[in-house]
């Protein structure tokens, strides 16, 4: 009887999915469909963040500056900057944070949204109300 118990609990955690963004992503240009980087998510003490750890096309090239950045990240490396912060859990999304565009150097507000079973990641960037912005779907890397 015990080993039902133990099979039904494995296989129930098994479809549950991860509901969780923390994790290495792809992320892709919106215009050419094409892999642009990967960015690492990690969390501490209930916030994320996330890194660019690699560039993987730029118009700068392999390793593109952040030119029009203001502040601290002006002219810095987009690999190993640090492009998301402070968005919490709210339900099965993580919201509350900010997310720069290094393209632009604008900062957003975000929203992360786990998809298909934590294999994909909504990763909305929006100015005051979400229903004014823009979406990607960044995918989980292997």
Known sequence: MKWIIVFWLGLASTFAGDDS??????????KT??????VRITE???????KVLQVLESAEGPHPLCRPCEGERK???????????????????????EILDPENGKI???????????????????????VIGRSQTWQLEE
């Open 44 to 50: 501490q003490g209930g916030e994320l963040s996330g």
């Open 108 to 130: 957003y507000r975000v929203t992360l949204t786990p998809l298909d079973g934590g294999r994909k990641l909504e990763v909305r960037g929006y100015i005051g109300v979400s």
């Open 75 to 97: 002219d810095q490396p987009v690999e190993g900057m640090t492009i998301l912060w402070g968005a919490k859990k709210d339900g099965a999304s993580w919201g509350d944070g």
């Open 21 to 30: 963004p923390v994790g290495t992503w792809k992320t892709f240009d919106d």
């Open 33 to 38: 469909g094409r892999p642009k980087s990967i």
